[in-house]
């Protein structure tokens, strides 16, 4: 086999699986090749074998037939939002235990310390986690978030009013 006859091997090759596709004259040239190329040959035919199952396996499909529910789908689903839930508490609980961790609670330098931490860490991460939401959940998640987000950082800048 010349180089020509690779080149032309190695193209139909490529162009069998989408035969189908192809211009007629496109058609044409894989067809005087696979006279001479046993392996093309194989191919052409696994694929036509391959396309006529699934016509019929298509055809044979009854209409009702109940689809399962996607487990799967709905597992990760509820694992996504658990993981949204646990961030949020695993960034608070970071912010709370690195401000308390030199003070006391009542401390105005522990309480700016955690409003300040909440703000470049705990806002960051809500901004992070609600386009997440957004990517991944629908709609009622994102209002969800965003209004758990609201409370929690409004709770944060109201402490010194508490004290």
């Known amino acids: 086999m010349n180089e020509y006859e690779k080149k032309i091997h190695k193209l139909c090759k490529e162009l069998i699986p ?3 596709d192809l211009d007629t004259e496109t058609q044409e040239i894989i067809n005087e090749h696979i006279h001479c190329c046993p392996e093309c040959d194989n191919m052409l035919d696994k694929r036509d074998f391959f396309n006529t ?25 509820i694992g996504i939002r658990l ?45 992070f986690l609600l386009v997440f939401t957004w990517t991944f959940l629908n709609k009622k998640w994102i209002i969800y978030s ?18």
Request: aromatic share 14%; glycine share 2%; net charge negative.
């Open 18 to 20: 989408v035969f189908d």
């Open 53 to 77: 199952t699934i016509e019929n396996t298509e055809n044979n499909e009854s209409e009702d037939i109940d689809i399962k529910p996607l487990k799967k789908l709905v597992h990760i689903n």
């Open 83 to 127: 993981l949204l839930f646990l961030m949020r508490i695993l960034v608070l609980f970071v912010i709370s235990f690195d401000s308390l961790r030199f003070h006391d609670f009542g401390d105005a330098l522990a309480i700016q310390t955690f409003q300040f931490g909440a703000f470049l860490f705990y806002l960051p991460t809500a901004i």
């Open 146 to 163: 965003l209004i758990v987000d609201l409370v929690i950082l409004l709770a944060i800048w109201q402490l010194p009013l508490l004290h």
